[in-house]
């Protein structure tokens, strides 16, 4: 059974930083594509940022976080990161990993097998 499990969020000031991580277990996870969205309350779930399989080579992010948010992986710790930096209070919700586990290079949401359990990030103006 894969698992995975979100940590770092929590209360910033707009324009400051915060770096998510999600921990991958039970599978292999150097073959996952593996993807964040968020929910912000009364949304639908939403892309954020995609990475793919083993090197990471292809990145696909959301036109709202281009440029200020960056995901990464490191297939030696089963975990894949988004740093999150110049944060606005619309980047607040309930942010979520999830893996691609068909390698299918996708940004919807109902394409993805495995979710984390979520982590609040709540932007304060």
């Known amino acids: 059974q894969v698992q995975l499990v979100e940590s770092g969020g929590g209360l910033v000031q707009a324009g400051g930083s915060l770096r998510l991580s999600c921990a991958v277990s039970?599978?292999?996870?150097?073959?996952?594509?593996m993807g964040w969205f968020r929910q912000a309350p009364g949304k639908e779930r939403e892309f954020v940022a995609f990475?793919?399989?083993?090197?990471?080579?292809?990145?696909y992010y959301s036109d709202s976080v281009k440029g200020r948010f960056t995901i990464s992986r490191d297939n030696a710790k089963n975990t894949v990161s988004l740093q999150m930096s110049k944060l606005k209070p619309e980047d607040t919700a309930v942010y979520y990993c999830?893996?691609?586990?068909?390698?299918?290079?996708?940004?919807?949401?109902?394409?993805?097998?495995?979710w984390g359990q979520g982590t609040q990030v709540t932007v304060s103006s």
């Open positions: 999830a893996a691609d586990i068909k390698r299918r290079d996708t940004t919807q949401s109902n394409e993805y097998y495995y």
């Open positions: 039970g599978g292999t996870f150097s073959l996952y594509n």
């Open positions: 990475i793919s399989w083993a090197g990471g080579a292809i990145l």
